[in-house]
T-cell receptor, first 113, second 112 residues
């Protein structure tokens, strides 16, 4: 079965620090990849997505992610985080033509002002 | 569009009581998902509907859980009888095909 691993469960940074959150998946075929964000007390919302084309994807609020097929990875990056980026971040993968995304366990990011 | 609408937002009930959570997906979306979020297990898929038909219910924990989608604009998730370990946030999400999911605000369930 498909699995999605987010290796960092909790990340604590100071404002202006750089961020990289890891995401690896197990499926070897065609995949659609997503990062969702859940701000405190809110519902999940899309941060960015990759379906095809340029493997470097730009999202909202200065986030980007890079799809590296050979490494089965889709890591999320931001060069300079802000206090308002404090949230839970979820990586998700749709594979094999399935409409059902599999979510990772999530990474809790706390940014200190 | 008002987005995915869930009700109630908060529910506190006693063990053994029946709980019904409701979801109105985005108009035109043909896929609907129910997820459960807990600290211990993260975000788990409970059931997936496509065109109102349950396609994958392998995540439904046990017979106490049931879900229906009588039409394209309404779905329910029922727990009967409820137990303390069912306490969680239940999210409904909808999408159009293999695409981005739009989540509702969630229903926070506390079973005492």
């Amino acid at each position: 079965a498909q699995s999605v691993s987010q290796h960092n469960h909790h990340v604590i940074l100071s404002e202006a620090a750089s961020l990289e959150l890891g995401c690896n998946y197990s499926y070897g075929g065609t995949v659609n990849l997503f990062w969702y964000v859940q701000y405190p007390g809110q519902h999940l919302q899309l941060l960015l997505k990759y379906f095809s084309g340029d493997p470097l994807v730009k999202g909202i609020k200065g986030f980007e992610a890079e799809f590296i097929k050979s490494k089965f990875s889709f890591n999320l990056r931001k060069p300079s985080v802000q206090w308002s980026d404090t949230a839970e971040y979820f990586c998700a993968v749709q594979s094999g033509g399935s409409y059902i995304p599999t979510f990772g366990r999530g990474t809790s990011l706390i940014v200190h002002p | 569009d008002a987005g995915v609408i869930q009700s109630p937002r908060h529910e506190v009930t006693e063990m053994g009581q029946e709980v019904t959570l409701r979801c109105k997906p985005i108009s035109g979306h043909n896929s609907l998902f129910w997820y459960r979020q807990t600290m211990m297990r993260g975000l788990e898929l409970l059931i997936y509907f496509n065109n109102n038909v349950p396609i994958d219910d392998s995540g439904m924990p046990e017979d106490r859980f049931s879900a229906k989608m009588p039409n394209a604009s309404f779905s329910t998730l029922k727990i009967q009888p409820s137990e303390p370990r069912d306490s969680a946030v239940y999210f409904c999400a909808s999408s159009s095909g293999a695409n981005v999911l739009t989540f509702g605000a969630g229903s926070r369930l506390t079973v005492l």
